[in-house]
C-alpha cells in the first residue's frame, strides 16, 4: 500500500508547485500591468492627466494657467504632435513606491485642441497655458505647455 | 473495495484542488478585466465630457460680442451657420466635409455627433464630423462610403427624416446604432462610445434666450 501511495502525493506535490507558480506568475502580471493605471507617478497616469488639463484648458473663455507637478523628483519627456501626447520616463529615473518595477516607461494620450506642437526633456512639472489672441479675423486661441 | 474507494476520494480531491485554482484564477482575472474595462470606458466618458465643454466654450457656436465669449450660451445665428437644421437639413453632403467646429475641437480617431435642441421652439441643429483618423486597420473612406448609403432615400430614411423634422427623434436622425456598427463591422478595435447632455441657453435675439440642450455622442475608434 504505501508503494502505490507515494506517487500520488508526489503528484499533488508536483501540482501544487505547479499551481503556485502559475498564481504568482497571474497575480504578477495582473499587479504589473493594474498599477501603472493608478500610480501616481506613471507615465500611463501623467499622460492621461497632462492631456486632460491640456484639453479642458480650452475651456476658459479668455485665458488660464495649470501647473502640473505629478511627483517631486521624476523626471519626464513629453512631446505633442497631431493632438497626441506622447510621455516617457528614463531607465534611469528614481523608482519610488509610485513606480513599480516591470512598469512601462512609455504612454500616449488625446487631446483635443488644435494648434499645439512641443516636445520637452527632463521635464519634472508643467506649466499649461491657454490665451485668446483677437485680431480682425477675430478670436485665435493660443496654447502652449513648458516646463518648470 | 478499499482500492476503488480511496481512488474516488483521490479523485474528489484533485478535482477540488483544480476548482480551488480556478476560481482563484478566474477572480484575479475577472478583476484585471473588469478594472480595465472600467478605466477604458471612463476615459471615453471623460473626453466627451470634455467635448461638450469645449463646444460651449467655442466661438464657433457661443454667442461673443466684441471680445466677450459667453461661455454656456449659443448664438442661433452660430448654430444656424455651422450646423444641419431643418431649414438646410439636404445640405447634409457637407456633413463629412471640413467642419470648422471639428477642425477646432475634436479627439483624434473618434467620430463626434452634436445634436444642439431648443427645448422651447423645438429647434434642432445637427452635426457629425470626425477628427483626424488614421488608425491603423481603420479605412475611413469606405466608412464614409458606407455611412452615406445609409442615407439612400428608402422608407427608413424617409422615417427618419420625418422624424426629425416633427421634433420626434432622438439624437440620431438620419442613422441609428446598428448603421455605425455595420460600418464598422470590419473594424472591431473600438474604445468605446460616450454620450453626454450639456445645458445651454440658445439666444435668438437681444431679448429672447430659450433653454436648450447640447448631446454629445463620441465614438473613438
Known amino acids: 500500500m504505501k508503494g502505490q501511495e507515494e506517487p500520488g502525493i508526489i503528484g499533488m506535490i508536483l501540482i501544487g508547485i505547479l499551481a503556485a507558480a502559475l498564481l504568482y506568475l497571474l497575480i504578477e502580471f495582473v499587479f504589473s500591468n493594474m498599477i501603472p493605471l493608478f500610480a501616481s507617478g506613471s507615465v500611463q497616469v501623467v499622460s492621461r492627466d497632462l492631456s486632460g488639463l491640456i484639453t479642458i484648458s480650452g475651456i476658459a473663455p479668455y485665458k488660464i494657467t495649470i501647473d502640473y507637478s505629478p511627483t517631486a523628483d521624476i523626471l519626464y519627456n513629453v512631446s505633442i504632435d497631431s493632438r497626441i501626447l506622447t510621455a516617457s520616463t528614463l531607465e534611469n529615473n528614481p523608482k519610488p513606491m509610485t513606480i513599480s518595477s516591470g512598469v512601462s516607461h512609455y504612454a500616449t494620450a488625446k487631446t483635443a485642441i488644435d494648434n499645439l506642437k512641443t516636445s520637452l526633456v527632463n521635464a519634472k512639472s508643467f506649466e499649461i497655458k491657454k490665451t485668446t489672441q483677437f485680431s480682425d479675423q477675430g478670436r485665435e486661441n493660443v496654447y502652449s505647455v513648458t516646463a518648470k | 473495495m478499499k482500492g476503488a474507494e480511496k481512488v474516488i476520494n483521490e479523485f474528489i480531491l484533485a478535482l477540488l484542488a483544480i476548482g480551488g485554482f480556478v476560481v482563484i484564477l478566474l477572480f484575479f482575472l475577472n478583476y484585471y478585466v473588469q478594472t480595465n474595462a472600467v478605466i477604458k470606458s471612463s476615459d471615453v466618458d471623460r473626453h466627451s465630457i470634455a467635448l461638450g465643454n469645449l463646444y460651449l466654450s467655442s466661438d464657433k457656436l457661443a454667442y461673443t460680442i466684441n471680445k466677450t465669449l459667453s461661455r454656456d450660451i449659443f448664438s442661433k445665428e452660430k448654430l444656424d451657420k455651422e450646423m444641419i437644421n431643418q431649414n438646410n437639413l439636404f445640405s447634409y453632403t457637407k456633413i463629412f466635409s471640413d467642419s470648422a467646429i471639428f477642425s477646432d475641437i475634436s479627439f483624434p480617431n473618434s467620430i463626434v455627433v452634436l445634436y444642439a435642441v431648443d427645448a422651447e421652439s423645438n429647434g434642432r441643429w445637427f452635426l457629425i464630423g470626425h477628427g483626424s483618423l488614421w488608425q491603423n486597420g481603420f479605412d475611413y473612406y469606405s466608412y464614409?462610403?458606407?455611412?452615406?448609403?445609409?442615407?439612400?432615400?428608402?422608407?427608413?430614411?424617409?422615417?427618419?427624416?420625418?422624424?426629425?423634422?416633427?421634433?420626434?427623434?432622438?439624437?440620431?436622425?438620419?442613422?441609428?446604432?446598428?448603421?455605425?456598427?455595420?460600418?464598422?463591422?470590419?473594424?472591431?478595435?473600438?474604445?468605446?462610445?460616450?454620450?453626454?447632455?450639456?445645458?445651454?441657453?440658445?439666444r435668438l435675439s437681444d431679448t429672447e434666450v430659450h433653454e436648450g440642450i447640447l448631446w454629445v455622442w463620441l465614438r473613438e475608434i
Not at chain 2, 171 to 195: N, R
Request: aromatic fraction near 14%.
Open chain 2, 144 to 202: 464614409e462610403t458606407c455611412l452615406m448609403t445609409k442615407l439612400k432615400l428608402d422608407p427608413q430614411t424617409i422615417g427618419r427624416i420625418f422624424m426629425y423634422t416633427s421634433g420626434l427623434s432622438g439624437p440620431f436622425p438620419l442613422w441609428d446604432q446598428y448603421d455605425f456598427k455595420e460600418c464598422e463591422s470590419s473594424y472591431t478595435a473600438q474604445v468605446g462610445t460616450s454620450l453626454k447632455a450639456f445645458p445651454v441657453a440658445i
